[in-house]
């Protein structure tokens, strides 16, 4: 059976890319979510497998979302997919629980390489 994928990110174009990218490896997008409140609701209300967490969001930043999580005992593996390289704020991700940071621009294959370890 699929591993069910949720896509969080607030572009629409990123959204497509990840989405297009899951899909060829194999996996069902059960949902996306353009900000942090719909990544919280839908994340909760659909229990996916993995989520795509993209780390800055217009209402709040992924490391937040991921204390969310954390707290809610959400038991999906959650991959951050960012700009945002720092090795600090990759560090911050992995420590509330991120399994994988992936720095944006990045490849399906690598994308999928991730994936496909979980």
Not at 1 to 16: G, W
Not at 58 to 79: A, C, F, N, R, W
Not at 95 to 118: C, D, H, M, Q, R
Request: aromatic residues 4%; negative net charge.
């Amino acid at each position: 059976m699929a591993k069910k994928v949720l896509i969080v990110d607030d572009s629409l174009y990123m959204r497509t890319l990840i989405k297009n990218s899951v899909v060829e490896g194999g996996f069902e997008v059960v949902g996306e979510a353009a900000n942090g409140e719909e990544a919280i609701d839908l994340a909760l209300e659909l229990q996916p497998d993995i989520i795509t967490l993209d780390n800055i969001l217009p209402d709040m930043i992924g490391t937040d979302i991921l204390k969310v999580y954390h707290e809610e005992e959400l038991p999906s593996q959650v991959v951050m997919i960012s700009a945002v390289g720092q090795e600090s704020v990759i560090e911050e991700g992995k420590s509330l629980g991120a399994k994988e940071y992936i720095v944006k621009p990045f490849t399906s294959e690598k994308l999928l390489e991730v994936l496909n370890k979980l």
